[in-house]
């Protein structure tokens, strides 16, 4: 039976670490963390997603400014307002919120983006540097589903490792975390022919295809560690990629919800902390 992660706990010690290094910094610095969220869009999920990182970032003792922008906003008025917040010397960090409308396009926000304000590691700057194994600023997800294999010591090095997904934001920044930290690294998607075959060899199994269920207990190795990423409302539950029965097999899974979700939040909070401290040390 797998260990099942509980990532409030995880992220708990992560936000309140993180808290203390925020009051730390601005009293040796005087300078108070300030942080942006846009969201572009009125749709009930991303707003409960902006709430749940408004209290993070606030209870953490971040100032947030909060730019909630109707789903017709013209494109040019979205990269204006990313435009404005980047050459604002309060704002340490800059969290866009996706899905976004189909008529603005995140390349054309990301244009507008200060890399060093990018807490979400999603500009071709920083996801250049991770893909080349520099240091950079790493999707908060992918991030926090490193942290859970850290911290519960699972062995990477070596190890085979297998991504299912390859978004920008997840599958990606994942499978090259997976490579810097020295396993052997699989990356599938919609189009990769026998995917049980490659899950089945997989030591480390990271899932993040936004599909309910597609992977089963079958399709793991005795032991493996399982990440998964998916959140998926089915009938009014969040459910995630990976089935319930996973956990007679594998030897650690992260459940859903409860488990990488909470992380993920948790992870953007240490990265606008990083942010914020290159920006002081900037100054001096
Ligand atoms: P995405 O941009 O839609 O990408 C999904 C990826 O999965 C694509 O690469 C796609 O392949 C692949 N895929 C789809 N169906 C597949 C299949 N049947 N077999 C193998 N691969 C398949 O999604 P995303 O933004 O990465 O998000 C993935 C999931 O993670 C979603 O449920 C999302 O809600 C969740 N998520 C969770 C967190 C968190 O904090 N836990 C954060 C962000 C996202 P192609 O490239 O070939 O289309």
Redesign the pocket.
């Known amino acids: 039976m797998a260990i099942i992660v509980n990532g409030n706990t995880l992220a708990r010690v992560i936000r309140e670490e993180s808290a203390h290094e925020f009051r730390a910094l601005t009293s040796n610095s005087g300078v108070p963390p300030g942080a942006a969220i846009v969201q572009i869009t009125e749709e009930a999920s991303a707003t409960v997603y902006t709430r749940h990182l408004q209290r993070a970032f606030t209870e953490a003792g971040v100032d947030v400014r909060l730019h909630v922008c109707p789903s017709t906003t013209a494109p040019d008025e979205a990269a204006a307002l990313v435009r404005q917040l980047s050459g604002d010397s309060a704002i340490h960090a800059i969290q866009i919120q996706?899905p976004l409308p189909a008529q603005v396009s995140l390349e054309s926000l990301l244009e507008e983006l200060d890399p060093a304000k990018d807490v979400d590691g999603i500009h071709p700057l920083n996801a250049g540097r991770l893909a080349q194994g520099r240091p950079s600023i790493v999707p908060?997800?992918p991030l926090?589903g490193l942290e859970i294999l850290l911290h519960h010591r699972v062995e990477i090095a070596g190890a085979r490792a297998v991504v299912?997904?390859?978004?920008?934001?997840?599958?990606r920044p994942m499978a090259s975390l997976l490579l810097q930290h020295d396993a052997t690294v699989t990356m599938?998607?919609?189009?990769?022919r026998a995917?049980d075959a490659l899950t089945r060899e997989a030591d480390i199994l990271a899932v993040?295809?936004?599909?309910p269920g597609?992977v089963t207990g079958a399709m793991i190795r005795p032991g493996a560690a399982v990440i998964d990423?998916?959140?998926?409302v089915v009938d009014g539950k969040t459910v995630?990629?990976v089935q319930p029965d996973a956990a007679d097999r594998a030897g650690l899974l992260t459940p859903?919800p409860g488990?990488?979700?909470p992380?993920?939040?948790a992870m953007l909070l240490r990265n606008t902390l990083l942010l914020f401290r290159r920006a002081v040390e900037n100054r001096s």
Not at 188 to 192: D, K, L, N
Not at 229 to 232: I, L, S
Request: glycine share 22%; charged share 15%; hydrophobic share 30%.
């Open positions: 996706t908060a997800t926090g299912v997904g390859r978004s920008v934001e997840v599958g599938c998607h919609s189009r990769t995917l993040a295809a936004g599909r597609l990423f998916g959140t998926n995630g990629d859903v488990g990488t979700g992380v993920t939040t």
